[in-house]
């Protein structure tokens, strides 16, 4: 039997309200809505961590975020990167006789400025070149770069330190790069596996072509029924100036965006088609986390909201009947589940559900939950961290979103003493948009939210989270 091919495309910081199919958020993805309609739509699909080092590794290893040491992004300042003995889907499948490629933003590697000031490949701030080896995780083709958002002007690296600078939209070229290795380098005789990571929608939100905000200019968009445009702030308390007008402006250009992700989807499923691998061809349309785009009074992730969580997680598995699947699903899954999708055996070291058998045969798991986790990671709060002798990965905050509900022990992101642990439950078939949080001091509420609770403190012991909210449970 031929192996299928695999095609995995996510996107950055792409919410999943963002997708003409949810029917939400004001934006124009015809493609994408005719790949929903022919696809596994997964429309409770969560980001365990919503911020992008963590996700990724789950995302490429099936273990949870905080398994694999990541409690922030690989930034400058701190030596974090994805460990050589992690064993990811790239190695897994080159194993299994897979061609492997991976196109774009890594953001897995620690930042060449933590080793040297100046290094040979010209990589800046959180950014890195990886050379080849084991620190790209079974990739053989890389066309890649760590962490830089310049989405006009992008940088690239192969198999040697020369910088390869670009004067095209990132997320075009990135889409060129697909389609000349299906075209061109791939081994014809061979299967492969192809992941490409689009930077944008991630801010700078301006940085997109002329093209796609023509669309959507002087356009008074519909915005969420949870926006609060004044006093915009991040989770970290930073404020975002400009107000109402400046939001509407961001959200314009986020769109504009999504748009040009949804051409260059296009692009590729029809670079499949003439290469006759369509057929053939396990294609996940993703993203790493969502955006709160002003909802909340907030702006980008990060959060336990519904927008900065819930992601796109689309399914074309060929043979497999298109259907909505409403089985929660969460980073570390989708290793697993593509290896499943595969036919691929799944290694020991995983610690996420294979959940291709659910996607297909559309029977549902309506008791299966995702569970979600954050620690502070901005620098500043770190150095309080440090001098205080304390660690961060026992703050932020830990949850767990099961079919309906949200349940969320929110420890802040400052050291201090003796910290209140803030609870929230959410009911999110009620109150979509999150506004109510449900009183705890109702019996039935209170017995709901103990049972979760107990839940996701059972999920932080069975993987060695010293979260501070565990202790006296």
């Known amino acids: 039997m031929n192996k299928k091919n695999l095609l995995f495309v996510f996107a950055d910081q792409w919410r999943g309200s963002a997708i003409g199919y949810a029917r939400e958020d004001p934006v124009q993805t015809p493609v994408m809505d005719r790949f929903c309609e022919e696809s596994v739509y997964c429309d409770h699909a969560f980001s365990t961590f919503p911020l992008c080092s963590p996700h990724r590794a789950s995302l490429l290893t099936g273990r949870y975020p905080l398994s694999t040491g990541f409690f922030t992004n690989c930034k400058t300042g701190l030596s974090m990167r994805l460990q050589d003995g992690e064993i990811g889907i790239g190695q897994v499948l080159k194993e299994a006789g897979?061609?492997?490629?991976?196109?774009?933003?890594?953001?897995?590697?620690?930042?060449?400025?933590?080793?040297?000031?100046?290094?040979?490949?010209?990589?800046?701030?959180?950014?890195?070149?990886t050379p080849p080896g084991v620190r790209r995780h079974g990739f053989d083709y890389w066309y890649s770069y760590g962490a830089w958002d310049a989405h006009l002007h992008p940088h690239y690296w192969l198999d040697t330190p020369d910088m390869i600078r670009v004067d095209q939209w990132s997320v075009e070229h990135e889409t060129d790069a697909a389609i000349r290795y299906l075209e061109c380098v791939r081994d014809k005789e061979r299967p492969f596996a192809m992941y490409i990571s689009w930077n944008p929608p991630h801010s700078p939100y301006d940085e997109v072509p002329d093209q796609y905000l023509e669309a959507f200019e002087g356009r008074e968009l519909r915005l969420r029924g949870n926006v609060r445009a004044d006093h915009l702030h991040h989770h970290t308390e930073e404020p975002v100036s400009g107000g109402r007008e400046e939001l509407m402006r961001m959200t314009r250009q986020y769109y504009a965006a999504v748009a040009g992700l949804d051409e260059q989807f296009g692009r590729l499923l029809k670079a499949l088609k003439r290469e006759g691998l369509y057929e053939d061809t396990v294609i996940v349309l993703s993203s790493d986390h969502g955006d709160m785009m002003g909802s909340h009074g907030l702006m980008g992730k990060h959060v336990w909201y519904e927008e900065s969580v819930h992601i796109p997680f689309v399914v074309r598995d060929p043979g497999t009947k298109p259907h909505t699947c409403t089985t929660c699903i969460g980073s570390q899954d989708m290793m697993p589940t593509v290896l499943g999708l595969l036919d691929v055996p799944v290694p020991d070291t995983v610690e996420g559900e294979d959940c291709a058998p659910i996607l297909r045969s559309g029977e549902e798991e309506p008791d299966k939950v995702s569970f979600l986790c954050a620690c502070p990671g901005r620098a500043l709060y770190l150095e309080e961290f440090y001098k205080a002798g304390m660690d961060p990965m026992r703050y932020g905050w830990r949850g767990v979103r099961t079919a309906r509900y949200t349940y969320v022990m929110d420890a802040g992101y400052h050291p201090v003493p003796q910290p209140e642990c803030l609870r929230y439950l959410y009911d999110n078939e009620l109150d979509p948009l999150q506004q109510e949080p449900l009183d705890l001091k109702s019996e039935e509420n209170k017995a709901l939210a103990e049972r979760l609770e107990r839940m996701t403190v059972d999920w932080m012991k069975a993987q060695q989270d010293h979260f501070i909210c565990c202790e006296g449970l």
């Open 98 to 129: 897979y061609q492997t490629a991976y196109i774009g933003k890594w953001h897995l590697d620690e930042p060449e400025r933590n080793r040297e000031e100046n290094p040979a490949s010209g990589a800046l701030g959180w950014d890195a070149f």
